[in-house]
């Protein structure tokens, strides 16, 4: 590697740029960007040289035009020992195209409407605590609240010992120690002490949740095929009982996966759109007003912008399976790639004045679909996109309805690092100015 010529990158030490890259990842990406342009190289701790780019021809090119010449599971590696060998993430060609298919049918946008009044009621629940004059970190509720919406509508558990003990186990385990991510050598059990043997109890604990469940379903299937209800669990159960070799480690991997993907990021986007919206003259009425109305398509584009100025993870990995050229480069197999969607969001040249959060920039004009890409691209575009907006939406709208907030400061949130997560650094304080559903109660 060292005799390829990559593009130019800082030329700081590799555990110095790492520092930087967990510390303050928003700031480092876009320092570079401004002094080397779209296309720079980073050294990273146990990734080693990783190119990033952020022009959208070659976004385009490696999520799309070009997939084939790429390797997402490798890229995924990392998080194996969290997601499974059967997830979705550590797929690719073929294999990745069936186990899509499998996952299609229940996360496809008319069966995941029907998760909307299980979502409401969620909400609702939550509002009702909330009392004038109190202050909230909306980053914590909405945590609580998608955590609720997954392990209800997506896993269908009912049962209230289980219930109670993931809402204590998943937050813990989506904690996951940095450590154990960038350094395979710290994945040890070191006398049953430090981050890794506190991961693996954490993991058997909720795996044991998870098989419970899956078993118990199963044999309900079995005594009643036509008694089952509309969870992604349930639905995959009746799918496989139709397809060999369906297995419960399979449905334990596509289980995990939609719970490490989909809520932690969900919840954050949710806090960043009230924390942008409420900071940009004129847009939170606009918005009330759009939802008063069922004007769909003003809300979306108030998320999309959110999505936009407050990307909740900046990167996408993918590794070079073969020789590729771009740009004037010649990439040999191997290269790990960050595609850098976060990047191509914030960037100047594609969406001037980029920290300044504007709805007009989605309505009545969607700016090219290449450059904004929320979910991704290709064939790997994020499989839980109808759910994260459908969830946006009613989160939103029923907020919204019931519930008058102002900021609790004047000074806009900074961005800080939790995990892969991007989250406001006071969480998106607000205070209840005016609670209609406590006033109902009362």
Known sequence: MSSVTLPPGPKLPAVIQTLMWVVAPVKFGKACLRRYGPLFTARIVGFGDVVYISTPDGIRRILRDDAGDFDAAAANESIRFVVGEHSLLMSGGAEHTERRKVLMRPLHGNNVATYVEVMRSIVEQEIRQWT??????????FQRVTLEVMIRAVFGITDSSRLDRLRQLVPRLLDVNPLIILLPAMRRQFGGFG???AFQRLLRETDEIIYAEIRERRAELAVNPDGRGNDVLSILLAKGQDRAGVTDQELRDHMVTLLAVGQETTATQLAWFFERVMRAPGALKQVEAAVFSEDWKVLDAAIHEAIRARPTTLDIGRIASREWKAEGYVFPEGTMFAVSLGLLHLSEDLHPQPENYSIDRFHPVEPPSAHFMPFGGGSHRCLGASLAMIEMRTII????????????????????????????RRGAEVVIAENHMMAGRE
């Open 132 to 141: 004038v004059g109190s202050t909230v970190r909306l980053l914590n509720v």
């Open 195 to 197: 981050p890794w043997a």
């Open 397 to 424: 709208s029923t907020i919204l309805r019931n519930v008058r907030l102002r900021p609790r400061s004047a000074t806009p949130e900074g961005v800080t690092p939790k995990g892969p997560m991007l989250v406001p």
